[in-house]
């Protein structure tokens, strides 16, 4: 057994890598060159009984956050039979993400999906653009009830794709624990538009899109915390999944596995190959023997709100500063400081104590670490 290898849903990855579903897993061309990057296992863009139509442009990129227009699949199911045909899927694996309105179109698409060789399925209830189940948004039963019906019909294990509203919510969870998922993907991304051109007034994209990126890491951190003391089966995060060190925080807070996409689409397939090298340095390096030694590790550190320690620390200029900023900017924690503790005497920075009420902003915004909390 390798230094990376995980068991997801009964299956034996030699990594922890997904593919998201995405234009970086269109078809099998594409899925092969993230299986020979190294990637564990590739989700097919999602899979539906009618092909969407094609919008061009429809992928946009704004200081790391990636927009798509894309609904679903453009391929009829008789074209994905041929694909998955196609693929030559070595010691990876196959995973279908399939979407349908009512639980027997799920169900037929996930016995179809098995019949092709899927060694698992990804369901897709929500989708941030587009059409929407309307109750699905309000109504866990409905989700537990799209699940039953493919868990029942089919013998390959079955996770459950879900934005952030529905990964905080317990009930959600519960449902879909319960119709016998084996595993939640979370989160998916979120609606977004890039921005408009305010001399037009005009949006940039012709549509509502869906937004991931960086930017949207804590959120999949905090749905990735939550989800593992909510949710009794496994946690396969995405959205913000960039690079190792994401792979890492993403692990701590108790995921199994993660899902990449953007990262795939904006580096290139060798960013798969490039990211598992370094995440299994990090491990050698630190003395990890493997992943479980890293899943949850962080879990610890989070308290509930209600339990958070009740006593009062104080920032302390720990470090010499003149008040200017490796990037010009002059004094920016005094202006941070809500409460007007600190202030820069005689070319020195310097906090008054008996102001500080332990925020702690200063310590995030300074970029020479120049203060800690005591």
């Known amino acids: 057994m390798s230094l990376l290898s995980v068991n997801f849903m009964g299956l034996p990855l030699k ?23 190294g990637a564990a296992a590739v989700v097919t863009e999602t899979i539906t009984l009618e092909k969407s139509h094609m919008v061009s442009p429809r992928v946009f ?34 995973i279908c993400n399939i979407r349908g309105t009512t639980p027997s179109e799920l169900r037929y698409l996930g016995s179809r999906m098995q019949r ?15 059409t929407k189940l309307e109750d699905i948004s309000i109504r866990p039963e409905e989700v537990g009830e799209m699940v039953r019906s493919v868990t029942s019909a089919v013998e390959i294990p079955v996770m459950v794709r879900l934005p952030h509203h529905a990964a905080l919510n317990p009930a959600f969870a519960r449902q879909i624990a319960q119709n016998g998922a084996r595993a939640i993907s979370a ?25 991931t990126g960086a930017h949207l890491r804590p959120l999949s951190l905090a749905a990735t915390a939550v989800l593992h003391q909510l949710a009794d089966c496994e946690i396969a995060a995405m959205c913000g999944v960039e690079n190792w060190q994401s792979i890492v925080e993403f692990l701590m807070l108790g995921a199994t596995v993660v899902q990449m996409g953007s990262a795939i689409m904006l580096n290139g397939y060798g960013y798969i190959t490039e990211t598992l090298q370094k995440l299994e340095h990090w491990m050698q390096e630190r003395g990890y023997r493997d992943l479980s030694a890293v899943r949850g590790k962080a879990l610890s550190s989070l308290s509930p709100f209600e ?8 920032a302390d200029a720990a470090l010499p500063c003149d008040g200017t900023c490796p990037d010009g900017c002059q004094e920016r924690c005094r202006c941070a400081c809500l409460y007007g503790a600190i202030s820069c005497k005689d070319g020195k920075i310097a906090v008054d104590p008996d102001a500080c009420t332990g925020c702690g902003l200063c310590v995030s915004v300074c970029p020479q670490k120049v203060f800690t909390m005591r």
């Not at 890598?17 to 234009?23: C, E, N, T, W």
């Not at 927009?67 to 010691?91: F, G, I, P």
């Open 15 to 37: 990594n922890p890598i997904i593919a998201a579903a995405g234009p970086w897993c269109r078809d099998a061309a594409a899925m092969q060159k993230a299986i020979d990057a």
């Open 61 to 94: 990129y704004r200081d790391g956050e990636v927009y798509n227009t894309t609904l679903y699949s453009t391929m009829s199911l008789e074209d994905v039979e041929q694909e998955a045909e196609r693929l030559k899927k070595k010691d990876a694996f196959l």
């Open 116 to 130: 092709l060789g899927a060694d698992a399925l990804e369901l897709c209830c929500f989708t941030p653009i587009g």
């Open 187 to 211: 989160i998916e991304s979120l609606e977004g538009i890039n921005g408009v051109d305010i001399e037009t007034g005009r949006c940039t994209m012709a549509a509502i899109g869906g937004c």
């Open 307 to 314: 339990k958070l320690p009740d006593w009062l620390l104080h």
